[in-house]
């Protein structure tokens, strides 16, 4: 299990456009990716369900990798997070 946690820093939050980012990125991978915020759990690969965390600028998030590629799925999510400045 690889994993990493950060905070929110986009001003709107997790909305549509990261979302739908992150969820591109996590489906290039095999494990099983989730996101934890505000005591809620997610599946990284559906982008219905991290907008439905409702997840605000400040809120720390956690996500967890599980499987074959998880230090390389960790990798690439935590990248394409600070890239595009939601973290």
Do not use: C, W
Not at 8 to 17: F, L
Not at 34 to 53: Q, W
Request: glycine letters at 12%; charged letters at 20%.
């Amino acid at each position: 299990m690889a994993s990493f946690k950060a905070v929110i820093a986009d001003p709107v939050g997790m909305h549509a456009r990261p979302a739908a980012l992150i969820v591109g990125e996590a489906g290039k991978y095999q494990s099983d990716i989730t996101i934890f915020s505000g005591g809620k759990t997610g599946n990284l690969k559906s982008i219905m369900t991290i907008i439905a965390l409702g997840i605000h600028q400040g809120a720390e998030v956690e996500i967890v990798a599980s499987g074959a590629d998880e230090d390389v799925a960790i990798a690439g999510i935590e990248k394409v997070m600070k890239d595009n400045k939601v973290i």
